[in-house]
């Protein structure tokens, strides 16, 4: 290989692509002088040549051919950014093969395969870097591999998908239901045509799975991830949340006791004043608490051009690093083996129940007794808005700790009661201890 | 040296020391594992090797004499937990010289030497690692370095003082006075019986020509750094700041602009909905603005026994896996000699101010026509509080953007006027644009 400079073959040239090629290219000086050698753009594989792009790559450097990247020997490092699993996985592997490092920004496939792809990586001597892949350009994957290393990971909630936190944050700021808040994130570009995975928890889920699995050192995949999506909250829980002292959030958490983890995207009642209950809009928040440095978050923007190649290049650097000083750096995940994955039936939380009830006398009773005998116990009850013509009334109730398990039998057992017209939602309660 | 283990001297052994022993010792086999060889504690400087310390390393480490960490040619890694710049600064430098790595919370010398500290390193091929320097066990020093290196850093800023976060918070959340909170934080241990460093920014000041020097790769010195302390604040600013949407913080604050760097470390009004704004108690925060990943903040726990072992392990591990993998890393800070500090006059910024004015008409006119001969006019005003008995009358002004050379000569203009009784407070507001 050259010695003269350190390589980079880009596959993608969207959003993201388009920007790494861009800071490569306005920041060759500085870049250079940090890694000790030119850091060159060799190659580019993208869909359509013909594609005008006014501030990417040069053309000559296009190509549609993915072996003019692989088969380059001026190609050091293969910088991933088409996203989804196929082709990505199938090239990153061949690389990494090849003796090519990598750098990706691809969750699905470092949540579908990252243990995998990791270890083929340290066989052949190789780095393969994420840190784009969970919360764009906020720095969350070397922070944990690096300044938490000493530390225990007890808990992580996050929030890491920014269209669903746009549209909850609209949802509590302008009184309006989803599907509103829904349409104006597509109409800003902030979510896609279709939503599903976004607002369906798939990829907060992804992203989840990659921290669970470096934080637990313990392999953790997206389907062990149980996840709820937000299409179900509306206005009034908005509302209830707000005048009980909560923000609701679509949250990542990720706990681990007794040997055991614990997974799950839903969303959740955040007490008004922690601070991840203060993320809004696009922004992106991990929090991870631990043994020794108690919890520490880490905040910023969670996608966009700029935001996410300033990862990109950070892992660039990194490698170019260690291409230049001819450096093998240790291998910094080992992950045991012997991780339980906690059925989401065990959980204990407490929760937010909304129903839509008979009005009338004595329905609490009949609601308080079915949760009583599953020993739920209420910690505190709102009744709001009689419908006079239907005769009904919406009631809201907060529980103490509550088993999963008990109150998903209780939510079958009231809609089932005569006086409950529907279970209108049930959030879960998350606390932090100060 | 030998090759079996990575051998620590430990320079200090209070608070944080302590914790870093009892890491070590607790956390021995996972520390192994990560580094690939065992880290053991080698020797421990202390100032009175009588002294009980249950939880603290085995007395057969002890030594009040430093050659005896300095000689032993078991010791590879320096880790200087004394605090203070003498004799830290020189047992620092001749581990350097010795050709031992060296790992430091002490931010009064990394401030004062680090450019010097870090020059000898490289020409001795050792590391020289600081992470516990600033913020604690909030990672902050090797995610600038390594995550955001890509980026150019327009702005920080950082509340990187938990005592006097924790005064202010308590402050504001009580509506008393600052020698109250003092008081209470003294008898909680948070301040010390001489809080000079704390409440007048000396501490903050060190962390802040810290953080500036890594971010704009500029030698930033605690002397450039403007200061000034929280001691004039009283709780009708916090009334009068929270009725105006406000919080107020100690704020460490750096930016460049046109080449020149501006380092200040004052209270400030910060809007209250921006994320640092809620900051509280003695928790820390850093908000780094860059060019590509937008505003990144870092919020943790900034002091503390096990918080900062935790960034000291971290630094360990990190020189630990470069010994056991016999890899000099690159030298990842090169300065620029050509850095101008930009003098605070030239500071342009709202100001908030609160006067006691005697109480009769044509004051404001008075005020407003000396404001407006300096070119700073009036984005609002409230008149409170009359005092009948002394006919006096406070009144609070909110400036648009002037300059603070015209803002220290309408002080000095307002101060001689005869209806000004005095000024009680100037207090600089900051903005965040959206």
Do not use: C
């Not at 906690?342 to 007794?369: C, F, H, W």
Request: glycine share 8%.
């Amino acid at each position: 290989m050259s010695q003269t400079s350190i390589g980079i073959g880009l596959l993608g040239a969207g959003v993201v692509g388009g920007g790494v090629a861009k800071v490569l290219r306005d920041k060759a000086g500085p870049l250079g002088a940090l890694t000790g050698r030119p850091v060159t753009l060799e190659g580019v594989l993208v869909r359509d040549i013909g594609k005008d792009r006014p501030d990417g790559p040069p053309v000559v450097l296009l190509t549609t051919n993915i072996d003019d990247i692989l088969d380059n020997p001026r190609v050091h490092v293969v910088v991933e950014l088409m996203g989804g699993e196929t082709p990505a996985l199938d090239y990153m592997l061949k690389s990494i093969s090849l003796g090519k490092h990598v750098v990706t920004a691809n969750k699905e496939v470092m949540a579908r395969h990252g243990p995998e792809i990791l270890a083929l990586a340290q066989k052949k001597g190789v780095q393969v870097l994420f840190e784009a892949s969970v919360a764009g350009g906020t720095p969350i994957i070397a922070p944990l591999l690096r300044d938490l290393v000493a530390n225990d990971v007890l808990t992580i909630h996050a929030i890491i998908n920014g269209t669903t936190n746009y549209i909850l944050t609209r949802m509590a700021q302008e009184g309006v239901d989803f599907d509103v808040a829904l349409k104006e994130a597509q109409e800003l570009g902030y979510a896609e045509a279709d939503p599903t995975n976004d607002v369906e928890g798939v990829d907060a889920a992804y992203k989840l799975a990659i921290l669970s699995t470096l934080s637990f050192r313990a392999r953790v995949k997206d389907t062990d991830v149980h996840r709820e999506g937000i299409t179900r909250l509306t206005a009034s829980d908005f509302l209830y949340a707000s005048e009980l002292g909560y923000a609701i959030k679509l949250l990542a958490i990720a706990s681990r006791e007794d040997g055991a983890v614990q997974v799950r995207v839903h969303p959740a009642f955040v007490p008004a004043d922690v601070m991840i209950a203060k993320v809004d809009g696009v922004l992106n928040a991990v929090e991870i608490e631990t043994d020794l440095a108690g919890r520490v978050l880490f905040h910023g923007r969670g996608a966009g051009s700029m935001p996410t190649a300033s990862a990109v290049i950070a892992d660039i650097v990194d490698i170019a690093r260690n291409v230049a000083g001819d450096v093998v750096p240790p291998a910094s995940l080992k992950l045991s083996e012997d991780v339980r994955i906690r059925p989401m039936l065990d959980l204990e939380t407490k929760y937010y129940l909304r129903l839509n009830v008979a009005d009338r006398s004595g329905v609490l009773a009949q609601i308080a007794s079915v949760l009583g005998q599953l020993d739920i116990s209420i910690a505190s009850f709102i009744q709001k808005k009689s419908d006079e013509a239907a005769q009904t009334a919406e009631i809201v109730l907060m529980t103490h700790r509550a088993k999963e398990a008990s109150m998903q039998e209780a939510l079958q057992l009231l809609e089932a009661l005569e006086v409950v017209v529907g279970v209108g939602n049930m959030v879960r309660v998350e606390e932090w201890q100060s």
